[in-house]
């Protein structure tokens, strides 16, 4: 299957529903992108760290240093309560983006 | 929230980087573990690991974007990366920065002026409401008929009456001669000016009776009282006048004047006609426009008003010719939003002329530096290149390369602004004659600094945008490779810019060359008399208080004390200098009248045409017996003798000025050489002389002392001055001047304009050359293996010498034939200060030409010879 750039502004939502489920780090977030969306998506992995500080600076996630399973050092990310309220409203927002797209594509 | 989490951010900025990284390293280091697992080579799992990851600086790079304060992060390191680049190659620095501060300082300079004459409004409330009244065709306003217009006016809100004049002033026993402004009472209150501290005048001032009241400028309150907080109350004594000071103007403050320096002292207007010169009676008007009256209104209303006034006074006049002429007088009401322009029409050509050369000389400097600017950014082309494969975004370079030119842009100035108030101080000097600046209102204010900070950003975009854009424009292989065919159209963009260049510095060489042509042939007018040894001064003898009997007297000591110096050959005075340019009308001789007789209507003390080595042609000089009480007597030039007397002999006959002296016929008693009374007259001036005892009062109360030296008369200024001195101590101080000088004074605008047009020419020129040079280094150094090729397949040394010249002399040919064009249409605009010259001087233009071809000439063949040694052999090897 071939790869797909991903819409402007939705990684941001992917991250955040991603963390939604439980704390993760970098690596695994990637990782998770990738099953999720069935390998649809081409995400050079590197960009996550750009959109994860963006979203640090906007206090909707919060970052923790713990072990890993093989005790290496990592931050694990999870979703603010700020965090979650906004990706509620982006939810809300981008399902009647997508459903409006679908209708005039139906049309 | 977000400034919080910025300056926080910026505060942990290198413990967030180390995370950042740490977190990165994990990541990676974990996909490569995950490769390793699914049964790849640890190089191989690392290859593909790099490429899921991306481009990790970019990452970082664009992660740090959310700490601190980027952009300013980022314009702190261009700035700081521009600094070194600077700094690195200091002779290109150099000559950026210079040159741009001459240009913006000289722009600013300029535009300063421009503000100062053209452009501001004076300092008074609501400027657009105020109007100047006058009279057409001609005329001038008296005393009384201001009077009556300020009492029968019903449009204005208020009608002002200034005028302005000498008066020396003794303080400390030291006389001087200052400014007065004789203003209305109602001056201040109408245009709604405060004062610095004191009290303005007010109407009750400004009646006859009233105490005598002054009011200082600023300026002068700072030189004669040292700023003396209790000078108010103190008097300054003008003639017989001891007038109280109860204000002081604010600083800058020039009255009604635009473009001329301020009174010192003012007074109401009712000590006018005391105080001045005889001959000075008139008043300017100046009025307040009523509200929601149009101008229009206003000026039918006035005439209106100066009609009754006119037909009142006309019955008062005998002479049927002069009462036609009052009669004829109408009113003209126009804008004086600036108050009372202190300069004519030929100084704002000159001004706005000087404006647009030097906006075109930064223009042109601005368009080399992009040119040296873009070689340089050339020579970092594999830089640049290796930045954008890195990831760095076009914009973020453009960006950084842009910083560093409006680095240099800014350097430039802020130099710019150092040099721009000497430039200030030496254009007004140029153009005015006079050094002080800020007297005039020339100053560097809110309005020039913004100017300033505006054309220096202008420029750094101007000279730095197309430079970086061309940079990170071209193809990323071109650049890497170092491939040559977008220098071969910037080539030809660089080639087109010698077309302008050298057009305006031609055309900018001949007008300063038909100025200075035409200042020689003014120099060169024999004007009839003996200049060489000819000393001259002014005496105000009125402005001292000396009246009547006292001042002709006073006149006799001097010109005796004078004669006995030893080296005088002969001393003398006149009441008009010998440069007046007044002309009188209609002359009565023996009875018959020619009403439009055009002469010039001297006095003169016994001996004045010894003096000027005229030769008296017939009859006798003036004598002491020519005294007042005596019959009155009058000398004649040889051109009015020659057209009304013809062959007669005119001794004996009678003369009568109809306008001058009505009523008083003059016995000629003799006949005069002709004279010029300006360098610019066509023909010597028909002239009529009377003895100084006999003038009429509108004539007397100054006269112009002329001496006659035996050898360089530079030398007896200090001995003529001591016994001036010693005979009327209480006279200000007089200023003696070669008659030269005053023959210079004539072609002073000629000067000026042609002195600040070559300095802009120079100017011009230095930077045309450095085009040129650079143009064809440029050429030979992009096209050197071209050449190689051509030497190789057998072409000539001078064939290809030629041929690598020739394309740029072309373009050379091209500016010098618009030049000349542009220099014959600018000639237009400068023909009033021309003199025998004409637009298409051959001479000028011949000379201008040739100087402009052999420099092009020269600036090209010094780099072309390069091409000449071109080897072959080195040259295709080295690629």
């Known amino acids: 299957m071939e790869s797909k750039p991903l819409l402007p502004g939705t990684l941001d939502l992917l991250l955040l529903k991603s963390l939604s489920l439980e704390p993760m780090h970098g690596y695994r977030i990637a990782q998770r992108l990738r099953q999720i969306s069935g390998d649809v998506f081409q995400v050079e992995e590197g960009t996550l760290y750009p959109a994860l500080q963006k979203l640090l600076a906007k206090g909707w996630v919060a970052g923790e240093w713990k072990q890993t399973e093989n005790n290496r050092r990592a931050r694990y990310y999870k979703l603010t309560a700020a965090g979650r309220k906004h990706l509620q409203t982006q939810r809300v927002e981008f399902e009647k983006v997508l459903v409006a797209i679908m209708r005039v594509m139906e049309a | ?879």
Not at chain 2, 254 to 269: D, E, F
Not at chain 2, 499 to 520: D, E, F
Not at chain 2, 559 to 587: F, K
Not at chain 2, 618 to 625: K, L, N, V, Y
């Open chain 2, 1 to 879: 929230m977000n400034l919080i989490w910025r300056c926080w951010s910026w505060l942990r900025r290198d413990a967030l980087a180390r995370d950042l990284r740490e977190e990165m390293q994990l990541h990676f280091d974990l996909k490569v573990q995950e490769y390793v697992a699914r049964g790849d080579s640890a190089d191989e799992a690392r290859r593909r690991a790099r490429l899921d990851f991306g481009n990790p600086s970019l990452s970082s790079e664009q992660s740090r974007e959310q700490w601190g304060f980027a952009p300013l992060e980022d314009l702190r390191r261009d700035l700081a990366y521009g600094v070194r680049q600077c700094v690195r190659n200091p002779a290109m620095t150099a000559i950026v920065v210079v040159t741009l501060a001459l240009g913006i300082g000289a722009n600013s300079a300029v535009f300063s002026t421009v503000d100062a004459f053209l452009l501001r409004s004076l300092p008074v409330r609501h400027p657009e409401e105020l109007v100047r009244i006058g009279i057409r065709p001609s005329g001038a306003f008296e005393q009384d008929a201001y009077e009556y217009l300020r009492d029968h006016q019903k449009t204005l809100a208020g009608l002002i009456a200034w005028d302005d004049g000498n008066i020396a002033v003794v303080a400390d026993g030291v006389p001087d001669i200052i400014t007065v402004d004789y203003l209305s009472g109602n001056f201040y209150s109408l245009l709604g000016v405060a004062l610095l501290q004191g009290r303005a005048f007010t109407p009750a001032d400004d009646v006859p009776g009233a105490p005598a009241v002054a009011v200082i400028s600023y300026e002068y309150w700072r030189e004669r009282f040292g700023l003396d907080p209790a000078v108010l109350g103190k008097k300054v004594q003008l003639k017989d006048v001891a007038c109280t000071i109860i204000g002081i103007a604010r600083p800058g403050f020039r009255g009604l004047r635009t473009g001329g320096a301020a009174a010192r002292i003012s007074v109401p207007a009712q000590w006018h006609a005391h105080l001045t010169l005889k001959d000075n009676t008139t008043f300017s008007l100046f009025g307040r426009l009523a509200p929601n009256v149009p101008q229009k209104q206003a000026e039918a209303d006035l005439d209106l008003a100066y009609g009754r006034w006119l037909v009142q006074e006309a019955e008062k006049v005998i002479d049927p010719l002069e009462r036609a002429a009052l009669l004829r007088q109408h009113i003209i009401v126009a804008p004086a939003r600036q108050g009372s322009l202190e300069f004519d029409r030929r100084f704002v050509i000159q001004l706005r002329l000087v404006e647009v050369v030097v906006g075109l000389v930064l223009l042109i400097a601005c368009l080399n530096l992009a040119n040296l600017l873009q070689a340089r950014s050339a020579a970092r082309g594999r830089e640049i290149a290796v930045r954008l494969a890195l990831g760095a975004s076009r914009a973020r370079i453009v960006r950084q390369l842009l910083t560093e030119n409006l680095l240099l842009a800014l350097c430039g100035g802020a130099l710019g602004v150092a040099i721009c108030e000497p430039l200030m101080r030496l254009f007004a000097l140029i153009l005015r004659g006079n050094a002080d600046a800020a007297a005039l209102g020339i100053q560097l204010d809110g309005t020039v600094l913004a100017f300033t900070a505006l054309l220096t950003v202008a420029c750094g975009i101007l000279f730095g945008l197309v430079p970086a854009l061309r940079a990170t424009g071209d193809r990323l292989s071109a650049n890497v490779q170092g491939h040559s065919i977008a220098s071969l159209k910037r080539l030809r963009a660089r080639r087109l810019m010698i077309v302008p260049q050298v057009a305006l510095t031609l055309s900018v060489l001949i007008l300063t060359g038909l100025l200075l042509r035409s200042v020689q042939r003014l120099q060169q007018v024999d004007l009839g008399f003996d200049r060489q040894h000819l000393l001259c001064f002014w005496l105000y003898p009125t402005l001292s208080g000396y009246e009547d009997q006292r001042e002709l007297a006073l006149y006799d000591r001097v010109l005796q004390s004078v004669r006995r110096i030893p080296g005088v050959r002969a001393a003398s005075l006149t009441r008009l200098t010998l440069r007046h340019h007044g002309r009188r009308l209609g002359l009565a001789l023996d009875g018959s009248i020619h009403a439009d007789a055009p002469f010039v209507f001297n006095t003169a003390a016994p001996t004045l045409f010894e003096t000027l080595r005229l030769p008296l042609l017939t009859g006798r000089d003036f004598a002491a017996q020519d005294g007042a009480g005596a019959p009155p007597v009058a000398i004649v030039s040889e051109s009015l003798a020659r057209k009304y007397f013809a062959d007669r002999n005119p001794l004996g006959h009678r003369i009568l000025m109809i306008n001058e002296e009505p009523g008083v016929a003059r016995t000629i008693v003799g006949v005069v050489g002709d004279m010029k009374f300006s360098s610019r007259d066509e023909a010597p001036a028909a002239a009529v002389y009377m003895p100084y005892a006999q003038a009429p009062a509108t004539l007397r109360g100054q006269a112009e002392i002329k001496v006659n030296t035996v050898t360089d008369p530079d030398v007896m200024i200090p001995a003529i001055r001591n016994q001036v001195e010693a005979v009327a101590p209480d006279l200000p101080p007089v200023k003696i001047v070669p008659d030269q000088e005053l023959q210079d004074f004539e072609s002073r605008e000629e000067r000026s304009l042609a002195g600040l047009l070559a300095g802009f020419g120079a100017l011009a020129f230095g930077l045309a050359v450095l085009g040129l040079y650079g143009t064809v280094a440029y050429s030979v150094s992009v096209r050197l293996r071209e050449l190689a090729i051509r030497f190789a397949l057998g072409a000539s040394r001078s064939g290809v010498l030629w041929m690598v010249m020739g394309e740029t002399l072309r373009y050379a040919l091209i500016g010098i034939v618009l030049g000349w064009a542009l220099a014959g249409a600018a000639s237009l605009t400068v023909e009033s200060f021309l003199f025998e010259v004409r637009g298409f001087d051959l001479v000028t233009c011949a000379w201008a030409i040739g100087l402009m071809a052999s420099t092009a000439l020269l600036a090209a063949y010094l780099p072309a010879r390069h091409a000449r040694r071109v080897d072959p052999m080195t040259v295709l090897r080295t690629d």
